[in-house]
């Protein structure tokens, strides 16, 4: 007779694969005792360049019971977003991940979904949903809870589906029956550290955000640096070099979820089309898009730096 864990824990992933999550697993809410020097040295090195809020709320990071009193549990999701559709060649480039409706809205829906499912067939649950909005570490507890190793580029990899998709969590004050980490699958393989046109994987593991194109286009709020000039490689927001070059990413699969087809205009734009584009046309390409996190003057400065 399976233990009300074990059956509360095989429900809610029951759940989450209706809902769309590529996997879900579990792993137990307590401080990350082994992450803690990890992001410290990190930040004392400033690899974090201008995102300050990384420095916010270190202890928050590091212990989930600080974000949900009473917390046991962290249930990690990852949802797909590898396109079908791909930009065409020679032109500025956008992350897959911004081609369609800004994530942050399509997965809290479906969170909100499975807390409400959990909370009706469950019972009393208190809990939060967190999608990369709040100081959580969602690649660490990923990893925690055996949907995959950190790889050498430092995002979450699996042998099923590679590393295109989006990590979200539940942190909930339920105990669950707890996940097991996997073994790293990355071996002698160094094709994300060779392929990274501005050298921003330092060493294995270790990503100096400072000099990663998706920072300088994204994140970086002042004049993008100029020794960054022709390393670009015609990002003009995100970068996916890494998971591109990834041998792992042979097994992506195109998404299912409509939200995330992008505007057939964002694909077949010509370099000169994006350098003449009108404020106005941005705000209708990218009306519900992650693209409007660096904003029409973000995204011409880049243009500007890429063409100079």
């Not at 499975?114 to 709040?134: N, W, Y």
């Not at 003009?236 to 409509?258: L, T």
């Amino acid at each position: 007779m399976p233990s009300s864990k074990s059956k509360y824990s095989q429900l809610i992933k029951n759940e989450a694969q209706r809902l769309g999550f590529l996997s879900c697993g579990i792993s137990k809410a307590e401080f990350l005792e082994e992450e803690a020097p990890r992001l410290e040295a990190w930040l004392k090195k400033g690899m974090h360049g201008e995102m300050a809020y990384m420095e916010n709320h270190f202890d928050k990071r590091l212990d989930p019971t600080q974000l949900v009193p009473g917390a046991k549990s962290v249930i990690s999701l990852l949802l797909n977003y590898f396109p079908e559709a791909q930009q065409e060649e020679h032109t500025y480039k956008i992350s897959k991940y911004a081609f369609g409706t800004d994530y942050h809205f399509v997965i809290k829906d479906k969170l909100k979904q499975l807390l409400e499912f959990i909370q009706s067939e469950i019972g009393e649950v208190d809990g939060r949903a967190f999608v990369d909005s709040a100081p959580v570490l969602d690649k660490t507890w990923a990893a925690k809870s055996g949907l995959g190793w950190m790889g050498k580029h430092s995002n979450l990899l699996s042998k099923q589906v590679g590393s295109f998709f989006f990590i979200a969590e539940l942190i909930v004050d339920l105990e669950l029956d707890y996940d097991v980490p996997v073994t790293d699958h990355c071996g002698s393989c160094t094709a994300c550290i060779d392929a990274c046109p501005t050298q921003a994987i330092v060493q294995p593991y270790v990503v100096d955000g400072s000099k990663c194109i998706s920072y300088l286009t994204i994140e970086l709020k002042n004049d993008i640096p100029s020794d960054f000039s022709g390393k670009m490689d015609d990002w003009m927001f995100g970068c996916d070099v890494c998971q591109d070059v990834c041998p792992w990413n042979r097994f992506s699969k195109p998404h299912r979820e409509p939200l995330f087809n992008a505007k057939p205009e964002l694909l077949s734009k010509s370099k000169k089309e994006w350098e003449e584009i009108t404020e106005e046309v941005f705000d209708q390409i990218f009306q519900k898009s992650a693209v409007k996190r660096t904003k029409y003057s973000g995204l011409i400065r880049n243009i500007k730096f890429l063409k100079e």
